[in-house]
Nanobody, 119 residues
Framework: QVQLVESGGGLVQAGGSLRLSCAAS????????MGWYRQAPGKQRELVAG???????EYADSVKGRFTISRDNAKNTVYLQMNSLKPEDTAVYYC?????????????WGQGTQVTVSS
């Protein structure tokens, strides 16, 4: 059974930093594409950052230069380093995994972790 468990959220002042972690289990982590999404109240869930199994990365324009996604395959963990946080970064952040199996891509989600940035 695939499980994704996020941690590291919290309350921080604008300009501060947080590091989110997502620990994966029950899956071949090294072959999965991983990502971080966020959803603010009243808004749709949006992609924040993604990292492929070959370590290619992509970022939403709103976080480029401030956020960094990385992965540690030995620990089955993906990270999101968030610097220079802004109040508009406030949202629930979700870890996502796209896992290929038998020619099909399976998508999994974590339970989410709240990030609140005060002005």
């Amino acid at each position: 059974q695939v499980q994704l468990v996020e941690s590291g959220g919290g309350l921080v002042q604008a300009g501060g930093s947080l590091r989110l972690s997502c620990a994966a289990s029950g899956m071949m982590f090294s072959i999965a594409n991983m990502g971080w999404y966020r959803q603010a109240p009243g808004k749709q869930r949006e992609l924040v950052a993604g990292i492929t199994s070959s370590n290619s990365t992509e970022y939403a324009d709103s976080v480029k230069g401030r956020f960094t996604i990385s992965r540690d395959n030995a620990k089955n963990t993906v990270y999101l380093q968030m610097n220079s946080l802004k109040p508009e970064d406030t949202a629930v952040y979700y870890c996502n995994s796209d896992l290929p199996r038998d020619g099909t891509m399976f998508r999994y989600w974590g339970q989410g972790t709240q990030v609140t940035v005060s002005s």
